[in-house]
């Protein structure tokens, strides 16, 4: 009998110590769930995601996000906005974009897969809190139509030196860029008077996301389908927030040992730290469901010119990183 209760305590011990020796890292999928098209944001000392939850589109009628101190472990916050705020969304909320402004928190999203004379397109939200509930700020769309033949989905919005916050957005393989009003309830012009500028680079077909690194303007998209094995990431850097912009080379793609489908990613950096990383959707190499997409994190690392280096993708995840 001693033995027995001796042999179970050694099995509780090294159980511990392979749970203890886990959370070192975050493991990738960093949460449970069928999860895409993260966006990753640092507001305080705390690191948020808000993905689009991923299933049939009928079913995407609300928003959950995520929250860390050290990117190893995340709280989930649920329905932080839901069809019964959003009162003109019928379908397919997609791909949320957060950004914080005056001590108010404000959730840009798309909503209905909206086509040539639909109601839908890119809406806004607003909070007092970053895990919400979070209103709806105009009642219908931002942008509700088709201008140069991009579709009014994936918006990000991006907070130049100074202080003017610019949206880029758009699938359909054309990315467009506008202006934000100072409350967001609306876009207004450029200099030269245009609303809209287009931005597309080569190869481009949807999730834009803009950073700015040493003084230079890094721009990224997602190629490929996002239902096949050849989404993928591919970047260019300017001189401008409005380009040209060149693109250099893929930095995130399939690995057949790890996963298909890597793609739709945003960018958050520790200034603490000094790190940067990538969190990015994948699909598990062994599911060919077409919303089994999961929410992942690897460190993104740069040479010395400044150039981003190719992602490998792990099962580890990073380690932890407060802010």
């Known amino acids: 009998m001693r033995k027995i209760v001796n042999l179970f305590f050694v099995a509780l011990a090294v159980m511990s110590s392979a749970a ?34 991923s299933a049939a ?8 996000c995520f ?8 709280t989930k916050h649920e329905r932080i906005i839901d069809n019964n705020e959003i009162k003109w969304l019928n379908k397919a909320l ?31 939200a607003v909070a007092d809190n970053p895990a919400g509930p979070f209103k709806d700020l105009i009642g219908k769309p931002l942008i509700g139509e088709i201008v140069n033949g991009a579709q009014p989905i994936d918006q990000f919005v991006f907070k130049d030196k100074d202080g003017t916050h610019y949206m880029y ?21 450029f200099e030269d008077g245009t609303l809209y500028k287009e931005v597309t680079p080569k190869n481009y077909v949807e999730g834009p996301f803009m950073f700015i690194r040493d003084g230079k303007y890094y721009f990224m998209w997602s190629e490929g389908g996002w239902t096949g094995p050849n989404y993928k990431v591919a970047y260019a850097i300017s001189d401008s927030p409005f380009g040209p912009f060149e693109r250099k080379d893929v930095i ?6 790890v996963a298909r489908g890597a793609g739709h990613h945003s960018i958050v950096h520790n200034p603490r730290s000094g790190k940067y990383y990538i969190i990015y959707h994948r699909r598990p190499i062994e599911s060919n469901k077409r919303d089994n997409r999961v929410t992942c994190i690897e ?25």
């Open 57 to 64: 589109y009928e079913d995407q009628l609300f928003f959950d």
């Open 20 to 53: 203890a020796y886990a959370q070192k890292t975050s493991g990738n999928p960093i949460f449970e769930g069928d999860y895409a098209d993260p966006e990753g944001i640092v507001f305080g000392k705390t690191y948020w995601i808000y993905p689009t939850y």
């Open 299 to 323: 460190e993104l690392h740069f040479d010395e010119n400044g150039d981003i280096l190719p992602v490998v993708m792990t099962f580890e995840g990073v380690k932890k990183d407060k802010l």
């Open 94 to 124: 997609w791909a949320p974009a957060a950004i914080e402004k005056d001590g108010k928190y404000y959730l840009f999203f798309g909503a209905n897969d909206v086509h040539e004379g639909e109601i839908g397109g890119i809406g806004v």
């Open 252 to 257: 995130l793609q399939q690995d057949d040992k």
């Open 169 to 189: 957005y758009g699938g359909w393989r054309h990315c467009n860029v506008v202006k934000l009003a100072d409350d967001f309830k609306s876009i207004v012009p």
């Open 67 to 74: 929250s860390s101190k050290d990117l190893v472990k995340w």
